[in-house]
């Protein structure tokens, strides 16, 4: 059973357009929402993360935002640019666990 | 910042050898190791945690005999697949969570830059 349902699998925006990526979650015990950026070969790099008792957080052209009530968050990519092209992955964890599960990975491609 | 350092980044193998991947963290103590395996267009799956000096602990269907991890240090962690076959070829990727404040926290987990696994 998947913890974290993540949508699309691909996307393609235009250069300067807005990527939106989201996933959904069930279990309500998750406190911890994580974005992981990951380049080809690469392992995941932490992009931004958010707690649950906050609606949105925005970090540079990066915001994710938080809907408890229907237990679904996104990342919305600002002004996208080719140098974003690469596949990003929802998390979510418990405190107590401590371990991550991870959506199945959006591939963006960021056009020129 | 912490970094992991992750060895090899690829290997090709026969089948039924055994393959050593190494994760060492470079500017920091890893209590904990996670090792995680990823196929292609898919999403990290948790293979299993170690802490360091205790056994590690496997996720469900995970065979500990044949994935052998050792957390013996706090820099150092090593999967080891044994007799390995074409299907566990895969990209095999570990995290580390440190000892500091801020590298004992979730956002403080570093990922290695991961090993591609190729069994023929």
């Known amino acids: 059973q998947q913890q974290v349902k993540q949508s699309p699998q691909s996307l393609i925006v235009q250069k300067g357009g807005i990527s939106i990526i989201n996933c959904a979650y069930e279990?309500?015990?998750?406190?911890?929402f994580p974005w992981y950026q990951q380049f080809p070969g690469k392992g995941p790099a932490l992009l931004i993360a958010i707690r649950p008792d906050v609606s949105e957080k925005k970090e540079g052209r990066f915001t994710i935002s938080f809907n408890k009530s229907a237990k679904q968050f996104s990342l919305h990519i600002m002004d996208s640019q080719p140098g974003d092209s690469a596949t990003y992955f929802c998390?979510?964890?418990?405190?107590?666990?401590?371990?991550?599960?991870f959506g199945s990975g959006t591939k963006l491609n960021v056009k020129p | 910042g912490a970094v992991v350092s992750q060895h090899p980044s690829w290997v090709i193998c026969k089948s039924g050898t055994s393959v050593k991947i190494e994760c060492r963290s470079l500017d920091f103590q890893a209590t904990t190791m996670f090792w995680y395996r990823q196929f292609p267009k898919q999403s990290l799956m948790l293979m299993a945690t170690s802490n360091e000096g205790s056994k590690a602990t496997y996720e469900q269907g995970v065979e500990k005999d044949k994935f052998l991890i050792n957390h013996a240090s706090l820099t150092l962690s090593t999967l080891t697949v044994t007799s390995a076959h074409p299907e566990d070829s895969s990209f095999y990727i570990c995290s580390a969570r440190g000892t500091t404040s801020k590298m004992g926290t979730r956002e403080g987990y570093t990922f290695g830059s991961g090993t591609r696994l190729t069994v023929v």
């Open positions: 998390a979510a964890s418990t405190y107590n666990f401590n371990k991550f599960y």
């Open positions: 279990n309500t015990a998750f406190d911890y």
